[in-house]
Structure formats: C-alpha cells, structure tokens
C-alpha cells in the first residue's frame, strides 16, 4: 500500500446546492481522508490523502464514495495535473527560474505544454517523465504514479466532449 496525496473538484450541477449540506455525509461515507473544501455554492472540492494499492486505486474510489454521496456531481479536475511553471517548481522543491531554465534550454526534448501562452500549463507527469528520463532527477515514484492518473482522468473528461463520429479522425490527426 502506498499513499497517494491528490485533490478532486466537482460540480454540484446546481448552483442553489449549499454544498455545506454533503460534507458529514462524504465524512461518514468514506471520504474521512479528505479536507472538504466548499468555498462557492455549486462546487465541492476534497483534497484527500489516500492509502491504496495504487494511484488508480486511490482516484477511482475516491471519486466512486463522492458518487455514492452526491451522484450529479461531475468531476471538473484531479490534481496534481495541470501545472505552470510557479507550480511545477513548488511540487519539485526548486525555484521557478530553475524550472524554466530546464525547460528553455533543451526545448528540443522538453515536454510540450498543452496550452502555450502567458502563463504556459503542461502536464506534471510529462514534465515528471522528462526530468527522470533526460535529466536523471530522483522523481518521487507516487507523485509520478498520481500525476499520470490524474491526466488521464482530466484527459478523458476532456475526450467525453468530442463528439463520438469524430473521435477517430481527431485522434489520428493529433497523435
């Protein structure tokens, strides 16, 4: 058993919903490893420190006791995922300069972000991947496991929206 540290955002689907009225609820349906956060109505966050036999493990039922609880709510994000520079050099314990001389130096072999602007966002796990595979840094193998799943829980949130008849052209025209 590992431990796995992450945060799952949802949305109420109801902006009249106090989430107030979920939190003993979640509390007492599995989710007493988790700091609830309800700051705005309509939207519940569990920041959720979780032993499990995997990241997977850990997400998965997660999100399935938050289901069982509140079964309208939709996952909106798991973190650690999205990241900027400011955030990845918090998560690595080392200054943003650093990070970002990291990434301008070899942009040859560095990760791609998925949005590029003011500021850039990339995946952790890709940022994560890159740093132990090209710059031999000592990766936390949990903070890798848990950013690789919650990528792919974010991504196929995002997938959902693409419309089935297009999904295989898009996808060949992407990858």
Same mark, same amino acid.
């Given at each position: 058993m590992s431990e796995y540290? =992450?945060?799952l955002k949802f949305n109420l689907?109801?902006?009249h919903v106090d989430p107030n009225e979920y939190v003993e609820q979640l509390y007492e349906n599995g989710c007493d490893d988790a700091l609830i956060g309800i700051g705005a109505k309509g939207y519940i966050a569990l920041d =959720?420190? *979780?032993e499990a036999s995997s990241a997977y493990a850990a997400v998965s039922s997660a999100i399935t006791d938050v289901k069982n609880v509140i079964p309208q709510a939709n996952l909106i994000e798991?973190? #650690?995922? =999205?990241v900027g520079l400011t955030d990845a050099a918090k998560i690595l314990g080392c200054s943003r300069q650093n990070i970002r001389n990291l990434l301008v130096k070899d942009q040859s072999k560095s990760p791609l972000p998925?949005?590029?602007g003011t500021p850039s966002i990339w995946h952790l796990a890709d940022i994560l991947i890159w740093? *132990?595979?090209?710059?031999t840094y000592s990766i936390d193998d949990s903070l890798l496991e848990i950013a690789k799943i919650n990528m792919n829980f974010n991504v196929a949130r995002s997938w959902q929206k693409?419309? #089935?008849d297009l999904q295989a052209n898009i996808k060949a025209l992407v990858v």
């Open positions: 540290e =992450f945060t689907q109801n902006s =959720f420190i *979780r798991a973190t #650690p995922d =999205f998925v949005y590029e740093l *132990r595979e090209e710059k693409i419309a #089935p």
